[in-house]
């Protein structure tokens, strides 16, 4: 039992590319999360999802989209990288809204 | 919406020390609250949590957390803190009505020195 495998764990990238982070779990949980993390802001919440072909936005949504096609995979995906978007992302999953989250172990991003 | 305050950025202690970390939500109904644990280099894992029934929870490696609704505070607690407890705590909040988020406090970085 992997619980929730995110790729790449490091990644360093130029202004303006392009780039997926992938996210899947394997306890069939519905809810799927995606976090950024950031020095003294906690995690905000980029976007989720309650169930596959059903997402929605976070806190902070701006540059970043995703899609739930299955319910194992929640890849995040940034469409043209900002320095502002230098971040450790998570991704979480959890059985229902309630329940405690499943975090991943996090990717480190970098954009030069 | 829902917000949660960590009052304390980062806290000092030596081992054996007692700790107390303070998380404040602001939500007038009913909330699931949790607390997570960040070892550096690691991903968040959960600590303790609390629904309902007795306020005060206890969770794993001897923490502990009491939920005052009148203060609308959930507080972390060790009697006598160890050097490996040298990690990030964040207080989490989730409001029924916008159960499928999860907000964070900013965190409290606890450094033990041995």
């Known amino acids: 039992n992997a619980g929730v495998t995110q790729t790449p764990k490091f990644q360093v990238l130029k202004t303006g590319q392009s780039m997926t982070l992938q996210c899947a779990q394997d306890?069939?949980?519905?809810?799927m999360s995606w976090y950024r993390q950031d020095p003294g802001m906690g995690l905000r919440l980029i976007h989720y999802s309650v169930g596959a072909g059903i997402t929605d936005q976070g806190e902070v949504p701006n540059g970043y989209n995703v899609s739930r096609s299955t319910t194992e995979d929640f890849p995040l995906r940034l469409l043209s990288a900002a320095p502002s978007q230098t971040s450790v992302y998570f991704c979480?999953?959890?059985?229902?809204?309630?329940?405690?989250?499943?975090f991943g172990d996090g990717t480190r991003l970098s954009i030069l | 919406a829902q917000s949660v305050s960590q009052h304390n950025h980062h806290v000092i202690l030596s081992e054996a020390a007692s700790l107390e970390l303070g998380c404040n939500y602001s939500y007038g109904g009913t909330v699931n609250l949790f607390w997570y644990v960040q070892y550096p280099g690691q991903h968040l894992q959960l600590l303790l949590k609390?629904?309902?029934?007795?306020?005060l929870v206890k969770g794993i490696k001897g923490f502990e957390a009491e939920f005052i609704k009148s203060k609308f505070s959930f507080n972390l607690r060790k009697p006598s803190v160890q050097w490996s407890d040298t990690a990030e705590y964040f207080c989490a909040v989730n409001a029924p009505g916008s159960a499928r988020q999860l907000t964070f406090g900013s965190g409290t970085q606890l450094t033990v020195l041995p």
């Open positions: 609390y629904f309902s029934g007795d306020p």
């Open positions: 306890m069939n949980h519905e809810y």
């Open positions: 979480a999953s959890r059985p229902t809204g309630h329940q405690p989250q499943h």
